[in-house]
């Protein structure tokens, strides 16, 4: 699969792009590269804090079993003008239950205007659209309120703690 067969999706100010192997090796060592190849701006601060130690792996992942597409990372891509804001994505295809964990995290002058929110709601609408996918998970930290509330715009709700200390689980079942 090459970078023109990513999956991509629009949400309206976005563009979310599925990570192939090329893209993920790009995203793991060079900015510049990544940014030519996803046609927009990569900005300082590259990848976002939360980001930084997953890169590789998704890398080494994707370039493993390209049909971890889609199922990965995501790259979102504010559209005008076009610039990467983020990443978002799965940490894998659905389980034996058909759940698939979700998680995003966005470069700190990109947050507080809706991007996280809207891409997630793009992101569960295209992992719906897979009918082995029956529940969407997330988790967050309890002390990030706007984490919680881009979950809670996107139907999840809470459904205990999470798997790491201080975390709390989100959910939400297929319609």
């Known amino acids: 699969m090459d970078d023109d067969d990513a999956p991509r999706l629009f949400t309206g100010r976005l563009e979310l792009i599925a990570a192939t192997p090329a893209l993920a090796r790009a995203a793991a060592t060079s900015p510049a590269t990544l940014g030519q190849l996803l046609a927009c701006e990569v900005p300082r601060g590259w990848p976002p804090e939360l980001l930084r130690e997953h890169e590789e792996h998704w890398a080494v992942q994707l370039e493993g079993d390209p049909r971890l597409v889609g199922w990965t990372a995501w790259y979102i891509v504010q559209v005008k003008p076009a610039v990467l804001v983020g990443s978002i994505g799965f940490a894998g295809r659905p389980d034996g239950e058909g759940v698939v964990e979700c998680g995003y995290s966005l470069v700190p002058k990109f947050q507080r205007k809706g991007y996280a929110t809207e891409a ?38 809470h459904v205990g703690d999470g798997d790491e200390p201080d975390t709390i689980r989100f959910e939400l079942r297929r319609p």
Do not use: C, P
């Open 120 to 157: 997630m709601g793009g992101l569960i609408d295209w992992a719906f659209s897979h009918e082995e996918v029956r529940r969407v998970r997330a988790q967050t930290y309890r002390h990030l309120a706007a984490s919680i509330r881009v979950l809670e715009k996107n139907g999840l709700s």
